[in-house]
């Protein structure tokens, strides 16, 4: 007894040395209620919009992009040249072309950290780069450039910020990224360049500050001469708990294959520094600044800006009671409660709609209204987030498959739950991307969906009402859960999942397909589902749109938990296998095979012939086999004659 006490004793030591494991990060978008609320309601109030210009994935300013977008509410941007497949990868077999499409993946993730969207241009790293012309001549510098002008006129930036333009180290993509970021942006205002741009749908822009990073932190560098905007990105957020600086490197711990530092940041003052280079705003370029912003009205009512010095009554009477509404939400989040918001959300999504109808017929210019709408826009679709979350509402569009091929049928789940006081009604579910309009019947959700036994859409527990049967119901009050199982269809003109760059050769430029959008990390899903809700009742009832992709979730190992994927439709694939001989069993190859190899790729050597068995196994009875060496043992004969082989150790 003595003993077993003693080893079950030791046993618990050990266990107790061993050092305790735990994931420490958790992307900001995964945030829900007071936190989620409290972000939405940051970016209602400020309409300011952001660039940030690199060469490569980890060239980005982390904890910039945290601060502005996360902590101050403002669109983050950031365009990287290239997609980086000229590097190495730490994790992993990919190189060139899988790499790139690794490292667009990782900072995907890394932006559920930052808030920032994601573009890319044409430009290919082809490795390191000796000098600016070298890439300037492999990238074709008018076509990249004209790049960086399409997205300044598509994102319309305030601020852009770009690298360093001198220095000898880190290779030269990032010096010439920055000499083409300061071009693009004194080119964008003028309709006369790249008008093809113009007459595609985009209008010119002209951003009214660009910086360059002062200094990449080598040593030895030194800060450049005159007047700075130095950014102290070390401020505690108190409804995030942390630093920007510190999420920040949460954030950067995402580029995986680059082998970034995974241990987090600690407490500690960290300033980044920039040097304005251009500017709009004059006197601007003579001041040091502690924001980036500083002379740019970012604010609601500063949107009539755009219709000159005596904008309208209307628009600025509209533009006062949308600003009204969000500071009063934003009072309510501070001294009541999330519930509270709910109010004066829906008064200025109202407020903001009526002032969109009547832009229409306002007396102000062309450009004016152009602009002005664009960042209604914008603030539309943070207004219904903002209720969304508000209200505790969530929509979940899972299925039952993840590979998909054209014509194939399968089941989506539609889940949608009210955890708010409000009373939401679903008035329509609509399923895009599929064939056919598929009939969503919400029923009353009475018992819990383990979803650990239920595969992609969580099918262990249907939808069941008091006496077993589903109750039909479209107006969900507090706590309650409804859902929908309908059967769809994959199109036969389905899409099939690849990247829509592509590379000729060794060519230091990409070609995108026509009919994709421009720059996006990857080519946007065509599969998701779009719930229209009615907040509210009678005349102060407004409509909210939430839309998701449809996703097949499905279980990683035991420590990764649950994964999820978009709907997917692989390249055609066809199976071959050998011909029956009689009285063997036959051989598959690899169940699936491109129907067409690739062209630069060697057949696979033949498959083995059967060796005859050995004579002396063949002429003997017995089960042992003597070795065919000076060593006086044996081994034992196969059922066939053959001698078995000895095992090595």
Same mark, same amino acid.
């Given at each position: 007894?003595?003993?077993?006490?003693?080893?079950?004793?030791?046993?618990?030591?050990?266990?107790?040395?061993? @050092?305790?494991?735990?994931?420490?990060?958790?992307?900001?978008?995964?945030?829900?209620?007071?936190?989620?609320?409290? &972000?939405?309601?940051?970016?209602?109030?400020?309409?300011?919009?952001?660039?940030?210009?690199?060469?490569?994935?980890?060239?980005?300013?982390?904890?910039? &992009?945290?601060?502005?977008?996360?902590?101050?509410?403002?669109?983050?941007?950031?365009?990287?040249?290239?997609?980086?497949?000229?590097?190495?990868?730490?994790?992993?077999?990919?190189?060139?072309?899988?790499?790139?499409?690794?490292?667009?993946?990782?900072?995907?993730?890394?932006?559920?950290?930052?808030?920032?969207?994601?573009?890319?241009?044409?430009?290919?790293?082809?490795?390191?780069?000796?000098?600016?012309?070298?890439?300037?001549?492999?990238?074709?510098?008018?076509?990249?450039?004209?790049?960086?002008?399409?997205?300044?006129?598509?994102?319309?930036?305030?601020?852009?910020?770009?690298?360093?333009?001198?220095?000898?180290?880190?290779?030269?993509?990032?010096?010439?990224?920055?000499?083409?970021?300061?071009?693009?942006?004194?080119?964008?205002?003028?309709?006369?360049?790249?008008?093809?741009?113009?007459?595609?749908?985009?209008?010119?822009?002209?951003?009214?500050?660009?910086?360059?990073?002062?200094?990449?932190?080598?040593?030895?560098?030194?800060?450049?001469?005159?007047?700075?905007?130095?950014?102290?990105?070390?401020?505690?957020?108190?409804?995030?708990?942390?630093?920007?600086?510190?999420?920040?490197?949460?954030?950067?711990?995402? $580029?995986?294959?680059?082998?970034?530092?995974?241990?987090?940041?600690?407490?500690?003052?960290?300033?980044?520094?920039?040097?304005?280079?251009?500017?709009?705003?004059?006197?601007?370029?003579?001041?040091?600044?502690?924001?980036?912003?500083?002379?740019?009205?970012?604010?609601?009512?500063?949107?009539?800006?755009?219709?000159?010095?005596?904008?309208?009554?209307?628009?600025?009477?509209?533009?006062?009671?949308?600003?009204?509404?969000?500071?009063?939400?934003?009072?309510?989040?501070?001294?009541?409660?999330?519930?509270?918001?709910?109010?004066?959300?829906?008064?200025? &999504?109202?407020?903001?709609?009526?002032?969109?109808?009547?832009?229409?017929?306002?007396?102000?210019? !062309?450009?004016?209204?152009?602009?002005?709408?664009?960042?209604?826009?914008?603030?539309?679709?943070?207004?219904?987030?903002?209720?969304?979350?508000?209200?505790?509402?969530?929509?979940?569009?899972?299925?039952?498959?993840?590979?998909?091929?054209?014509?194939?049928?399968?089941?989506?789940?539609?889940?949608?739950?009210?955890?708010?006081?409000?009373?939401?009604?679903?008035?329509?579910?609509?399923?895009?991307?599929?064939?056919?309009?598929?009939? %969503?019947?919400?029923?009353?959700?009475?018992?819990?969906?383990?979803?650990?036994?239920?595969?992609?859409?969580?099918?262990?527990?249907?939808?069941?009402?008091?006496?077993?049967?589903?109750?039909?119901?479209?107006?969900?009050?507090?706590?309650?859960?409804?859902? %929908?199982? @309908?059967?769809?269809?994959?199109?036969?003109?389905?899409?099939?999942?690849?990247?829509?760059? $592509?590379?000729?050769?060794?060519?230091?430029?990409?070609?995108?397909?026509?009919?994709?959008?421009?720059?996006?990390?990857?080519?946007?899903?065509?599969?998701?589902?779009?719930?229209? &809700?009615?907040?509210?009742?009678?005349?102060?009832? !407004?409509?909210?749109?939430?839309?998701?992709?449809?996703?097949?979730?499905? !279980?990683?190992?035991?420590?990764?938990? !649950?994964?999820?994927?978009?709907?997917?439709?692989?390249?055609?694939?066809?199976? $071959?296998?050998?011909?029956?001989?009689?009285?063997?069993?036959?051989?598959?190859?690899?169940?699936?095979?491109?129907?067409?190899?690739?062209?630069?790729?060697?057949?696979?050597?033949?498959?083995?012939?059967?060796?005859?068995?050995?004579?002396?196994?063949?002429?003997?009875?017995?089960?042992? %086999?003597?070795?065919?060496?000076?060593?006086?043992?044996?081994?034992? %004969?196969?059922?066939?004659?053959?001698?078995?082989?000895?095992?090595?150790?």
């Amino acid at each position: 007894m003595r003993r077993a006490f003693v080893a079950a004793g030791g046993v618990l030591a050990a266990f107790l040395s061993v @050092p305790h494991a735990q994931l420490r990060v958790v992307p900001l978008d995964e945030m829900g209620g007071h936190v989620a609320l409290g &972000l939405a309601l940051r970016h209602l109030s400020n309409a300011g919009i952001f660039l940030h210009t690199t060469a490569h994935p980890d060239d980005e300013n982390n904890a910039l &992009l945290v601060l502005l977008n996360r902590g101050q509410g403002y669109r983050t941007a950031l365009a990287t040249a290239t997609r980086g497949n000229g590097g190495q990868n730490e994790i992993g077999p990919e190189l060139f072309e899988a790499l790139g499409v690794l490292r667009t993946k990782e900072l995907d993730a890394l932006h559920r950290f930052d808030g920032a969207e994601q573009y890319f241009t044409r430009a290919v790293d082809f490795g390191f780069s000796f000098s600016v012309e070298e890439t300037f001549e492999k990238w074709g510098k008018d076509e990249i450039v004209a790049d960086y002008v399409r997205l300044i006129r598509m994102i319309r930036p305030d601020v852009v910020v770009a690298l360093p333009p001198g220095g000898a180290g880190g290779g030269q993509h990032h010096q010439a990224s920055a000499l083409i970021t300061r071009e693009a942006v004194k080119l964008a205002g003028d309709a006369a360049k790249f008008p093809d741009q113009i007459k595609a749908g985009l209008r010119p822009w002209q951003p009214k500050k660009l910086y360059y990073l002062a200094a990449f932190g080598f040593p030895g560098e030194q800060l450049p001469q005159g007047p700075l905007a130095r950014i102290n990105v070390s401020v505690y957020d108190p409804l995030l708990g942390k630093t920007s600086a510190e999420i920040g490197t949460e954030a950067r711990s995402m $580029h995986k294959c680059q082998g970034m530092a995974q241990l987090l940041s600690l407490p500690a003052p960290m300033t980044t520094i920039y040097q304005l280079v251009e500017s709009t705003i004059p006197g601007q370029m003579q001041k040091d600044e502690t924001s980036l912003f500083e002379g740019v009205d970012t604010t609601i009512a500063g949107l009539a800006r755009f219709a000159g010095a005596r904008p309208p009554r209307d628009l600025t009477g509209g533009l006062a009671v949308m600003s009204a509404a969000v500071l009063t939400a934003q009072k309510n989040f501070d001294t009541i409660g999330d519930q509270a918001t709910v109010k004066p959300l829906l008064d200025g &999504l109202y407020a903001l709609r009526v002032l969109r109808r009547e832009l229409r017929t306002m007396s102000i210019d !062309e450009g004016a209204r152009y602009d002005t709408d664009f960042r209604l826009r914008q603030k539309e679709r943070e207004f219904q987030q903002a209720l969304l979350v508000a209200n505790g509402v969530q929509l979940e569009a899972l299925a039952d498959d993840g590979v998909v091929v054209p014509g194939q049928t399968t089941a989506v789940s539609v889940v949608v739950a009210n955890r708010g006081a409000a009373d939401v009604t679903v008035k329509n579910i609509k399923f895009e991307g599929f064939d056919g309009d598929a009939a %969503c019947a919400l029923t009353a959700v009475t018992r819990p969906d383990f979803g650990a036994f239920g595969g992609g859409r969580g099918r262990g527990a249907a939808p069941q009402g008091a006496a077993g049967q589903a109750q039909a119901t479209s107006t969900l009050k507090k706590d309650q859960v409804v859902r %929908c199982d @309908p059967t769809v269809k994959i199109p036969s003109g389905a899409r099939v999942s690849e990247p829509y760059w $592509h590379r000729a050769g060794d060519a230091g430029r990409y070609t995108f397909d026509a009919d994709a959008p421009f720059g996006l990390p990857f080519r946007p899903t065509t599969f998701y589902v779009q719930a229209t &809700l009615v907040f509210g009742a009678g005349p102060g009832a !407004e409509e909210v749109l939430d839309t998701v992709p449809v996703h097949h979730r499905y !279980e990683g190992n035991i420590f990764t938990g !649950e994964k999820r994927t978009e709907l997917l439709p692989p390249p055609p694939f066809a199976a $071959h296998r050998r011909r029956p001989v009689r009285g063997r069993r036959v051989r598959l190859r690899d169940p699936f095979v491109p129907t067409q190899p690739h062209p630069d790729r060697r057949p696979p050597p033949p498959l083995p012939r059967r060796r005859a068995p050995s004579a002396k196994c063949a002429s003997l009875s017995s089960t042992t %086999c003597p070795m065919p060496s000076k060593r006086q043992s044996s081994l034992p %004969c196969r059922r066939d004659g053959r001698r078995r082989r000895r095992s090595s150790r």
